[in-house]
């Protein structure tokens, strides 16, 4: 009945009868369970089977319960041979009512990171009902089933250098021999495919799912390869910035990858929060200028991450020194040891300090980073990954190949 997409291997143990066998037993499992008096079959809209694992794209009623279906449906399946079930789940949307379409009054001002935040207007007729469920935390969050690791790079402002940083770090620990993708969640300002010489490359669909950009052995994706041209503006509000970050993240059809470094926007808004609240990140890497203003900024988005249990991994001290090209002066253009002294007020590594230097601008600008290119700045972010890969395994989040996404 079912049209099985089985990734062949050339270990696979299977004859084709086998096979053949196999999928007629998950057949008429499938055909048999009932949701409701509905087979779950009439709702299968993709479906793939590799070794002992199953995918399946299902469409549900909205008042299914996908977490009890994947554990019966994984209790009837595992006499024959399917030991591990992904469901792909859509459910409709709730009908709306047919409530008043006046506007209701502002809320009150709160902190959004504060789950205990009180209204002081409760006995208001006219007040919202308070939040009683708590929003997910980083510890309810099951880690990716083909990611090792998440790694956010993120600053408090703009301009010092994070998006640069990012694709030489995440380059830097494909030479030290990680299998390493690249999310670009900077949804305004989105600069990955430019850096990487990949952005006149659009990624494929494949069973309603994004194929990542192949860009120099990274699996990337960004809403820039999804743009027309380099000058359409992503004019978003909020919500729909937010849906669109989630929607790279789940409905990419991610690698085995033992890094996903994930290019933060500059600041602690809607992103960053929603980010802290429904992706199970490793630790997040703060990138910074010696500069007084930009280490304010950067303390910020610190004081994020803290509040969010996201484990900072380090500080990177970009623009550190500059050395003139025609008499060799040195000089420290914004400022000394301000990433030495934010990386011991809150007890946390100085993963490396950067210089100031055209050569690194120039490479970016052509789509060749300075570690794809082995230039003369290479090394200092070969280092900076060596020092992040030290202590990252401490953080790592258990991996529940049960999961459901």
């Known amino acids: 009945m079912f049209n099985f997409m089985k990734k062949k291997t050339n270990s696979d143990p299977e004859t084709p009868q086998q096979r053949a066998e196999r999928d007629s037993a998950v057949d008429k499992v499938l055909l048999g369970y009932e949701i409701g008096t509905v087979s779950i079959a009439t709702m299968v809209t993709g479906l793939e089977r590799q070794g002992d694992q199953l995918t399946l794209d299902l469409r549900l009623p909205q008042d299914s319960r996908p977490e009890s279906i994947q554990q019966e449906l994984g209790q009837l399946l595992q006499p024959h041979g399917i030991n591990t079930i992904h469901m792909n789940v859509r459910l409709p949307a709730p009908e709306k009512g047919a409530g008043s379409t006046l506007p209701k009054p502002m809320p009150k001002t709160t902190n959004a990171m504060d789950n ?6 409760t006995n208001n ?15 309810s969050l ?4 083909r990611i090792r690791h998440i790694i956010v790079v993120a600053s408090g402002k703009g301009g010092v250098g994070k998006s640069t940083t990012t694709v ?14 690249v999310l670009d969640a900077d949804i305004y300002g989105p600069s ?13 669909l494949e069973n309603e799912q994004f194929v990542p ?19 359409t503006p992503v004019a978003w509000r909020g919500p729909k910035a937010t849906g669109a970050l989630m929607q790279l993240y789940n409905q990419t059809n991610w690698p085995q990858l033992d890094y996903l470094v994930i290019d933060m926007p500059p600041g602690t808004g809607d992103i960053q929060l929603t980010l802290a609240q429904r992706i ?7 990138v910074t200028t010696p500069q007084h203003v930009a280490l304010l900024d950067a303390q910020k988005g610190i004081e994020m991450f803290n509040k969010t249990n996201i484990p900072v991994l380090g500080v990177v001290e970009n623009m550190a020194l500059h050395t003139c090209s025609n008499c060799n002066h040195t000089e420290a253009i ?5 990433g030495e002294r934010i990386a011991e007020q809150y007890h946390v590594p100085l993963l490396g300090q950067l210089p100031l230097a055209s050569g690194i601008r120039a490479q970016v600008d052509k789509g060749e980073p300075s570690v794809l290119a082995d230039d003369e700045f290479a090394s200092y972010y070969v280092n900076i990954a060596k020092n992040i890969e030290t202590n990252i395994d401490k953080f790592a989040k258990p991996v529940d190949d049960k999961r459901i996404f």
């Open 116 to 121: 205990q935040s009180q209204s002081s207007a």
């Open 125 to 139: 007729a006219n007040a919202e009902p308070a939040i009683t469920k708590s929003a997910p935390t980083q510890a």
């Open 142 to 145: 099951a880690a990716h089933p």
């Open 168 to 181: 030489n770090i995440a380059l830097a620990l494909q030479k030290l021999g990680n299998r390493v993708g």
């Open 192 to 204: 990955m495919p430019t850096m990487l010489g990949v952005d006149s490359v659009k990624p494929e």
């Open 213 to 231: 950009v192949n860009a120099h052995g990274l699996a990337m994706l960004s809403i820039g390869s999804l743009l027309d041209g380099d000058n």
């Open 280 to 286: 199970p990140v490793t630790g997040a890497v703060i």
């Open 334 to 338: 914004f400022g000394t040891g301000g």
